[in-house]
């Protein structure tokens, strides 16, 4: 019922920006904590960026003061916002949302499916 589409990808200079969206659809009653994920090949997957359901906002080290983590709440849809990305920040970034469907059903957690982001010259 509920899926995520994700957009917003794509090759950029080193230097350059990039805003990544997360769009959820069908029966979304309400969005909880937000979470940004990226993978680069062969690495682990690497927590990125968090909203919390109670809105606190938090980064890791590697991209902080240069990512910046929204939420458009009529439109059902979260932002990542990269700014002086850099060669390192080359990977496949997925969002993950918890929503719950209705006023009773408690949030379940949903997966985008990815979106490439390559930084090079």
């Known amino acids: 019922q509920v899926q995520l589409v994700e957009s917003g990808g794509g090759l950029v200079q080193p230097g350059g920006s990039l805003t990544l969206s997360c769009a959820a659809t069908g029966s979304v009653f309400r969005i909880y904590a937000i979470d940004w994920y990226r993978q680069a090949p062969g690495k682990q997957r690497e927590l990125v960026a968090v909203i919390a359901s109670g809105g606190a906002r938090n980064y890791a080290d590697s991209v902080k003061g240069r990512f910046t983590a929204s939420r458009h709440n009529a439109k059902n849809t979260v932002y990542l916002q990269m700014n002086s990305l850099k060669p390192e920040d080359t990977a496949v970034y997925y969002c993950?949302?918890?929503?719950?469907?209705?006023?009773?059903?408690?949030?379940?957690?949903?997966w985008g499916q990815g979106t490439q982001v390559t930084v090079s010259s």
């Open positions: 993950k949302l918890d929503v719950s469907e209705s006023s009773i059903s408690s949030p379940a957690s949903y």
